[in-house]
């Protein structure tokens, strides 16, 4: 199975130590669309990427999204972005009225040798005014689409050695395709997307002192190998709140250790569910980091004007990307 990522390389893959510098040195390099939009649907996951060049250089650019939420996974493949030795962050902005943050990233390359960047997580729209502290922005697809119809470019700054801007055009029709891949998604899961279109309020994970998981499920090596939206645990959560099943996107651990990690959650994570337009349970998904299952608290990536959480931790090694075989389509979108 083929995906835009292709069969990356089992490379020992980094995220680097903590930034030396905090501003790029050099001009902006501006790339430009060098190819539509093309949409990968697969099996557990929605992607969006298009292709750009700058002169002899050419980047392909990558939105992806597991389940419904303001969240993306950025993915950026080529020479085009090339973070300083020292930086563990890379500034992201939309523009010039989407969402603009830092998060941290995993660096690897393809089989073919290429650069791999991916920036997890990544929102779109901006928080609105008075979103709490540590809080996801509020997810409306309204809203997303029509902030989506105005952001044009993709700038990155802080953390390379030379600032970057992608000349994207609107990202209207892309984000809506993306939400109708979740849609899909949904519906194939055995989830109502009609109710989650309205959905008011996500599964939240119940907080516990000790965690889901024991210190020990996850070895301590092994929580290096977690990053760049890999080894995704996706809970499916019933309108009681309890685990009906789970899923591992993109796996960088064991399989022994994945299937410790679904067992122990299916039995011990509880959730107040999610509610629907009426503020009745419904039945939904969560996804996250094994990291977060550890702890009463997920890690948090800033976002200019608020934080949110994170479901991307540290360095990683071995990373698969999730393979795909469902046909590519074209969109019909103009720069």
């Avoid at 060098?34 to 990558?62: I, K």
């Avoid at 979740?182 to 194939?188: P, S």
């Avoid at 977690?226 to 995704?232: A, F, K, M, P, Y």
Wanted: aromatic share 6%; charged share 20%.
């Amino acid at each position: 199975m083929k995906g835009l990522l292709g069969c990356i390389a089992a490379a020992a893959l980094f995220a680097a130590p903590a930034a030396q510098a905090q501003h790029a040195p050099y001009a902006q390099v501006v790339f430009r669309p060098a190819g539509p939009w093309v949409a990968d649907y697969g099996e557990d996951y929605c992607r969006l990427s298009r292709t750009f060049s700058a002169g002899q250089s050419e980047v392909s650019v990558a939105l992806e999204r597991l389940q419904p939420g303001p969240s993306v996974r950025l993915i950026v493949v080529g020479e085009g972005m090339r973070p300083f030795r020292g930086a563990d962050r890379v500034g992201y902005a939309f523009e010039p009225a989407g969402a603009s943050g830092e998060a941290g990233y995993v660096r690897s390359a393809m089989a073919d040798g290429r650069p791999f960047l991916s920036l997890d997580p990544v929102v779109l729209a901006p928080p609105a005014a008075g979103t709490a502290t540590g809080a996801l922005p509020a997810y409306d697809r309204a809203v997303e689409q029509e902030i989506a119809r105005g952001i044009t470019g993709l700038a990155f700054d802080e953390g390379l050695r030379a600032p970057v801007r992608v000349e994207t055009g609107s990202l209207r029709a892309p984000v809506e395709a993306l939400q109708l891949c979740i849609d899909n998604l949904l519906a194939g899961w055995g989830l109502d997307a009609e109710k989650h279109k309205a959905m008011t309020a996500p599964p939240i994970l119940d907080p516990a002192p000790a965690g889901v998981l024991p210190q020990r499920t996850v070895p301590f090596l092994d929580r290096l190998k977690l990053g760049g939206g890999t080894n995704q645990v996706q809970l499916f959560v019933g309108a009681d709140g309890r685990v009906t099943d789970c899923r591992i996107h993109s796996p960088s651990l064991r399989p022994s250790v994945n299937e410790r990690i679904c067992r122990l959650s299916s039995e011990r994570a509880s959730f107040v569910p999610a509610r629907d337009a009426d503020g009745r349970p419904m039945a939904s998904l969560w996804t996250g980091s094994p990291l977060e299952l550890l702890a009463a608290r997920p890690r948090a990536t800033s976002v200019r004007g608020g934080l949110v959480g994170s479901s991307s931790v540290g360095p990683t090694w071995g990373l698969t990307a999730p393979p795909s075989d469902a046909p590519v389509v074209t969109l019909n979108t103009t720069r």
